[in-house]
């Protein structure tokens, strides 16, 4: 049984903020990114988790195409990135600002390249480690300028009210976690296969851990 919440927390864990989402009304502008990504997140993750388990779902014979779902974690990655900066950027810190504006363009230039001349985007093999493990870096470099600059600005607001607080608290644990598995996942299948899978594990529930991060966002009323 938990083998089976574990296998399946990538569907799950979005539906935690989705009652919320729905339910609240006139979000504030730095949220609707957030919203966009649970929805993209879960169609996404339900495609994956779907071929990922196919023998198991008794689905009819796929086409080649959707053997492997390692081009819809590439594509997460890249949907997750872009609409996580836009999060940021949209919270206004004036802190950094243009760095944090020209990030994204940055990495899809990267991805572009790496995807071009070095690695296969529909790699039924492996999803991108380079991808996700860049997407990793940035995200945490956006989380880190986020609590300097709460450090470095004189607020009475306390903490826990900040404007995202909540979803960069989910979201560094998130990529804190992930970085060093998305970074050596490659090496890990190569060397011992069991231990890979299982590692995974902790992305897996440093994802759910964001996703009640992101409930708990839109269930508050502090949020403008």
């Known amino acids: 049984m938990i083998r089976f919440l574990i296998d399946w927390s990538e569907v799950w864990g979005l539906l935690i903020p989705l009652p919320f989402i729905i339910k609240r009304k006139n979000i504030p502008a730095f949220l609707k990114p957030i919203r966009l990504y649970v929805w993209l997140a879960l ?24 053997q492997s779902n390692n081009f819809i974690y590439n594509i997460h990655s890249i949907i997750r990135l872009l609409l996580f900066s836009y999060f ?6 004036r802190f950094m600002h243009r760095v944090k504006a020209m990030l994204p363009f940055v990495f899809i230039i990267l991805t572009c390249i790496n995807f071009i001349f070095f690695e296969d985007f529909f790699n039924h093999n492996m999803f991108s480690n380079r991808l996700l493990a860049t997407e990793a870096a940035i995200l945490l470099f956006y989380c880190l300028q986020y609590y300097i600059y709460l450090t470095i600005e004189d607020r009475n607001t306390p903490l826990k009210k900040q404007d ?6 989910g979201l560094s644990f998130f990529v804190a976690s992930s970085f060093f598995i998305f970074l ?3 090496y890990l299948t190569q060397e011992n296969l069991l231990f890979a899978v299982d590692i995974f594990d902790v ?3 440093a994802y759910i851990f964001l996703c009640i991060c992101i409930a708990i966002t839109f269930y508050r009323r502090d949020d403008k």
Not at 48 to 66: D, Q
Not at 88 to 93: D, K, P, T, V, Y
Not at 164 to 169: A, K, N
């Open 164 to 169: 995202g607080f909540w979803i960069v608290t």
């Open 184 to 186: 050596f996942y490659t």
């Open 88 to 93: 940021f950027i949209l919270l206004r810190q």
């Open 203 to 205: 992305h897996n529930i």
């Open 43 to 66: 169609f996404l993750n339900i495609i994956a988790t779907c071929i990922w388990k196919r023998n198991f779902l008794h689905l009819p014979e796929l086409p080649h195409f959707f």
